[in-house]
């Protein structure tokens, strides 16, 4: 079964950085994507960043030139470098996976989460 263990969230003045890991174990067919997605008080759980199999990267439009998604070379983990951070990325960030635990069919697969909290 695949587990994902975050860890880095905290609290932070604005400007501050904080980095955030997460370690996925368990097994799987085939890994598509590990990133990060967020969810503000009030609001959707959206997306933040997430980098493939292959390296790409997709950030969200909030947080190009603030953040860097960073992994392993088997994409067992992923880092999340936040810089220059805003009261607005206040929030529970939520590791996710995707892939296939077996030949067919695709699953997202999601961390407890881990509360970053920005002070203005």
């Known amino acids: 079964q695949v587990q994902l263990a975050e860890s880095g969230g905290g609290l932070v003045q604005a400007g501050g950085s904080l980095r955030l890991s997460c370690v996925r174990s368990?097994?799987?067919?085939?890994?598509?994507?590990m990133g990060w997605y967020r969810q503000g008080p009030g609001n959707e759980r959206e997306l933040v960043a997430t980098?493939?199999?292959?390296?790409?990267?997709n950030y969200a439009d909030s947080v190009k030139g603030r953040c860097t998604l960073s992994r392993d070379s088997a994409l067992n983990s992923v880092y999340l470098q936040m810089n220059n951070l805003k009261a607005e990325d206040t929030g529970t960030y939520y590791c996710?996976?995707?892939?296939?635990?077996?030949?067919?069919?695709?699953?997202?697969?999601w961390g407890q989460g881990t509360q970053v909290t920005v002070s203005s």
């Open positions: 996710n996976a995707r892939g296939y635990p077996n030949p067919t069919n695709w699953y997202d697969y």
């Open positions: 980098i493939n199999a292959g390296g790409a990267t």
């Open positions: 368990g097994s799987m067919f085939r890994i598509v994507s």
